[in-house]
Nanobody, 128 residues
């Protein structure tokens, strides 16, 4: 199972930006999809964005389309989430996830169940 470590969370004012990063262990990073999810207090974990193994396909929740961008650097085993125009409702713990059981998958990613490995999460707080 791949090990995932998130970084980049913090406190930002509404309208500001943050970039999250997720470092993955292992030699097959370039062969599987990655995703970002978030969980606010008292709410279920929800999908934010995903990117396929090659980086050519990306998927976004409607709530973040046009504001967030997911990308990956397969040479460095890193996936990023650039978050712009942040809103107080974006406040949550953000989790990185990997579909490391399905290499070179063509799935459409949008659910918690699509991913098998998870990081510990990083807190993002957006003040109004």
């Amino acid at each position: 199972q791949v090990q995932l470590v998130e970084s980049g969370g913090g406190l930002v004012q509404a309208g500001g930006s943050l970039r999250l990063a997720c470092a993955a262990s292992g030699r097959t990073f370039s062969a599987y999809a990655m995703g970002w999810f978030r969980q606010a207090p008292g709410k279920e974990r929800e999908f934010v964005a995903a990117i396929n193994w090659s980086g050519r396909s990306t998927y976004y929740a409607d709530s973040v389309k046009g504001r967030f961008t997911i990308s990956r650097d397969n040479a460095k085993n890193l996936v990023y989430l650039q978050m712009n125009s942040l809103k107080p409702e974006d406040t949550a713990v953000y989790y990185c996830a990997a579909d490391d059981r399905n290499l070179y998958s063509t799935n459409y990613y949008s659910h918690v169940s699509d991913f098998s490995s998870w990081g510990q999460g990083t807190q993002v707080t957006v003040s109004s």
